[in-house]
């Protein structure tokens, strides 16, 4: 059975089976530093698990002390971007359940090749290891609109730097070719505050020596947007956001708007070494381009995402799980992107996480109810007549505005006004709360839709949506939900799979990729203990906070001599090492329920010169079972489930009505309420035979 058949009563199951797990202290060794009792969501023939074994502590909480992660197998050594301090750590793993710090990489007092010199406030962004041991950290300036650096050092050495040459502004992200012969580095080029200065974004491309040394400067080479410019050599898409600049700040007109306003995030490369692809998350877009020659080759815009077709939870007081239709549009915007070939084509994989201009010089963000005082004007009274009545919409276009509808959703003022009228025709969303899967032409092949709020709400329902530094309940509905960020692809007995973690709630969804047109959900694990809201009472047991990066280490490179996956958590401050092996227990077989169907698309009316919508590839039925919604924003929504601890967080509700929850009907899908309403009768059955099948579990184990 593929995954996108789940129903409640086979997650029941496999849930069971990891509560019993917990309830009864069979799961991975704990140490003072792991959570005892993760949360956990399975599919019910998911063929891998994963599990937390070892973490590293900075001990600093909200900092970023945690962020890039990358592995040197020779030496069996992670390296570990701290930027709250600067640096990069080196931890040794040559015991996963242990990792221990050895010592930091020199950033700082660096000299170029160029006869700079690396500042002593700069700041560490991202750091990759070729597999013969040449390393390379990109070092954003103290001042982050200036000029930054790529420094080499020796992965296999004592941390002492190796060399260095300059790079463009802000250097946010580098990784090596696969066949290491040239460094790919994304210049993000964000603004000052004021907007006073803003760089060009820029992507640089280094050729490297075949040994162990650093790079000459003569070898650096920069590709950049001048082409797209007005008038220029290069097609520029429509769709590409360009917005938000000096222009728009009032502090002058750039001669280069389109080079100023594209801000360059994360690469991937081709398998050939040829291409490389890089998101300008701002714009909503993905770059190529060729490595030979350093030059952007085409810019692809990447659409949006109907609303009316995707359903998400818009609300963060509208005192239920309410993943629904609602007449918005929401553009991807991915941060993390990663690539892998099936038959010698070329996929690329991003985590659709979104992001805004958000500075004291200029900001797009704004939410719905405040538009009319707020922002350039209000909602136009027709916006939403295409869909009002349909899929659950309410008929009066007011109920939408309402705080538990549309009212405190977060959208760009950039997009959807209409000057003539003076008002919203559509309202735009940051992100789109998936992953999605694109051909190398930038064609969306798979997108998973509504899957991340539905694992997250079925895996833990008391703390949907709950943000990073505190616990609580759909605190982060309004904004970005679970919020997909990093992102990594491994292979494991052949079988291709991609690992995203989510910023916000945090843990890690692992979806088989092999068939890159029919994806499916695996596993998720969160390696956090909700009963601890860090903001309230400290990080100390908390877990794990804020994944940002993530990196997967074969089992033919790893110390254990299984798959292992090492995350690092800008919040926490920790990074976890996670074993990534085949399951060894069959959960007990359930037959299908039927195919309750999938909504009819409805299109939003349209907004001239935005984008045309895009609707992913489908997955249906949901690839999880639906967890209760509320039926209609303006009838009264039944109450949070009850948390182990309240919540002091913006997002958090009151007393629990787990009852009106349960009875709740999902309302795109036309799921039977009876099996939620019957799925707390079985529990207590279903844990004892989840107890049971743990039980056989260890038996074969020690067998």
């Known amino acids: 059975m593929k995954p996108s058949s789940f129903r409640r009563p086979a997650l029941v199951v496999a849930c069971s089976i990891v509560v019993a797990s917990v309830s009864f202290g069979f799961v991975a060794p704990a140490t003072a530093d792991i959570v005892s009792a993760p949360v956990g969501l399975s599919a019910p023939d998911a063929a891998l698990e994963l599990a937390a074994i070892g973490t590293y502590e900075t001990g600093i909480f909200d900092e970023s002390a945690a962020e890039i992660v990358t592995y040197f197998a020779a030496k069996q050594r992670l390296l570990v971007v701290n930027a709250a301090q600067a640096k990069v750590e080196v931890l040794s793993i040559a015991d996963p359940s242990a990792p221990e710090k050895l010592f930091d990489l020199q950033t700082t007092g660096v000299t170029a090749s160029d006869g700079s010199v690396v500042p002593m406030g700069a700041v560490a962004n991202s750091v990759a290891v070729r597999p013969d041991g040449l390393g390379a950290i990109a070092v954003e300036s103290d001042v982050k609109t200036d000029a930054g650096w790529v420094v080499f050092f020796d992965a296999a050495g004592n941390g002492t730097a190796l060399g260095a040459v300059r790079v463009g502004a802000l250097p946010d992200m580098l990784t090596f070719t696969p066949d290491g012969s040239r460094i790919v580095v994304a210049n993000e080029g964000e603004p000052a505050e004021d907007y006073s200065v803003d760089p060009e974004g820029s992507v640089t491309v280094i050729g490297v020596p075949s040994g162990i040394a650093p790079a000459d400067q003569s070898a650096v080479s920069t590709a950049d947007f001048h082409a797209f410019e ?3 050599t290069a097609h520029l898409p429509a769709g590409v956001r360009i917005f938000g600049g000096r222009e728009d700040a009032g502090t002058g007109v750039p001669d280069r708007p389109v080079s100023e306003n594209l801000e360059p995030e994360y690469a991937t490369v081709s398998a050939d070494s040829t291409t490389a692809w890089v998101t300008l998350q701002e714009a909503n877009a993905i770059a190529e381009v060729d490595l030979a020659t350093a030059t952007v080759t085409a810019i692809r815009d990447l659409g949006v995402v109907d609303r009316m077709t995707v359903p998400f ?16 549009l929401g553009f991807p915007m991915p941060d993390s992107i990663d690539s892998y070939e099936v038959d010698g084509a070329t ?15 200029y900001s797009e963000v704004a939410r719905v109810k405040d538009l009319a005082e707020e922002g ?20 009066d276009a007011a109920a939408l505005l309402e705080d538990g509808a549309l009212g405190r959703l977060t959208i760009t003022t950039a997009d959807g006004f209409d000057e003539e009228r003076g008002c919203f025709t559509q309202l735009y969303t940051f992100g789109s709360r998936s992953m999605s899967i694109w051909d190398a032409s930038g064609e969306q092949v798979w997108d998973s839709g509504d899957a991340f709020e539905r694992i997250i709400a079925e895996a833990v329902p008391e703390f949907f949506n709950s943000n990073h530094s505190e616990s609580g309940f759909d605190g982060r509905s309004d904004d970005k939900g679970p919020e997909p960020e990093g992102l990594t692809i491994g292979v494991v007995d052949g079988r291709t799979y991609a ?45 794990d906070l804020g994944p940002e990066g993530l990196t997967f280490i074969p089992a033919e490179e790893s110390p ?85 601890r309240p919540s002091t967080g913006t997002g958090s509700t009151g007393a629990a009505d787990e009852e009106s929850r349960d009875e709740d009907e999902l309302a795109y899908t036309g799921t039977d309420s009876r099996l939620a309403a019957g799925a707390a009768a079985a529990a207590a059955l279903l844990m004892l035979g989840g107890a049971a099948l743990v039980l056989i579990r260890l038996r074969r184990r020690s067998a």
Not at 376 to 395: I, K, M, Q, Y
């Open 499 to 543: 690992f995203v973690g989510f910023e916000r709630v945090g843990g890690v969804a692992v979806f088989d990729v092999t068939e890159p047109t029919d994806a499916t959900f695996v596993t998720y694990l969160n390696n956090r203990n909700f009963a601890v809201s860090a903001e309230d009472d400290g990080p100390a047991g908390a877990g």
């Open 376 to 395: 350039p004007g209000p909602v136009c009274a027709d916006a939403f007549d295409a869909a009002l009545g349909l899929n659950g919409v309410p008929t």
């Open 313 to 328: 939870d818009a609300s963060d007081e509208d005192g239920a799980i309410a993943i629904r239709s609602w007449p918005v």
């Open 560 to 644: 254990t001599g299984g798959a292992l996956l090492a995350v690092g958590n800008e919040v926490s401050g920790t990074t976890t090492l996670f074993s990534v092996a085949p399951t060894e227990l069959d959960p007990a077989p359930v037959p299908p329920a039927p195919n309750p169907g999938t909504p009819a698309p409805v299109t939003p009316a349209p907004n001239p010169g935005t984008p045309a919508p895009v609707t992913p590839a489908p997955i249906s039925p949901a690839p999880v079972a639906p967890a209760p919604v509320a039926p209609d924003p303006t009838t009264p929504a039944p109450a949070a489930p009850s948390a182990p």
């Open 347 to 361: 996929y690329l994989v991003t985590a659709n996480e979104g992001d805004s201009r958000d500075w004291e010089g």
């Open 230 to 232: 007005a008038g220029g």
